[in-house]
């Protein structure tokens, strides 16, 4: 396998320099790797070898105010995600500002704004203001994170 470098920074050059360091692409998470490195002044050769470890990003977006019955998705609060990100949402729930819970949902997928908080208490439409939120989401690989925040409600 080939890999290639953008930059070039050596450790004894003093600070790291504006355009970064060298970054290798066509390494795999999880496969092993090997690395060649020469320096070109005195033509020294080192090999690094090891097991490559890359963090998978996700995006992540709750959203800050909601207008509930003003149709979909604006109506709702929910967590939206990359559109192949394999999100789970093992809980959320919202909070008023004295605490108590006002809507709680378990065990349910992303991107879907029906699922989430239509912005109704027992019923009724939420007082505009703002409420808290807690989501309790798992990994694809069982990580589990929890988010939390406010979002506002507007009418």
């Known amino acids: 396998m080939e890999y290639s470098f953008q930059n070039s920074w050596l450790l004894n050059q003093g600070p790291i320099p504006a355009d970064g360091l060298p970054v290798a692409t066509g390494i795999v998470s999880g496969e092993p790797y090997a690395l060649l490195l020469e ?35 604006n109506g709702y609060f929910t967590l939206y995600t990359g559109l192949e990100q394999e999100v789970r949402i093992d809980a959320l729930r919202i909070y008023d500002r004295w605490g108590e819970l006002v809507f709680a949902r378990l065990d349910f ?20 203001g703002v409420y808290v939120y807690v989501a309790v989401l798992r990994l694809p690989d069982g990580e589990v994170l929890i988010k939390s925040g406010d979002v506002t409600v507007i009418r």
Do not use: H, M, R
Request: hydrophobic share 30%; aromatic share 8%.
């Open 39 to 73: 320096n070109p002044e005195n033509g020294c050769q080192t090999l690094l070898e090891g097991i490559a470890e890359c963090p998978v990003l996700y995006t992540l977006y709750f959203p800050n105010v909601i207008q509930p019955s003003s149709g979909v998705p």
């Open 109 to 128: 997928d992303p991107n879907k704004p029906e699922l989430g908080w239509n912005g109704l208490i027992d019923g009724n439409d939420a007082l505009p």
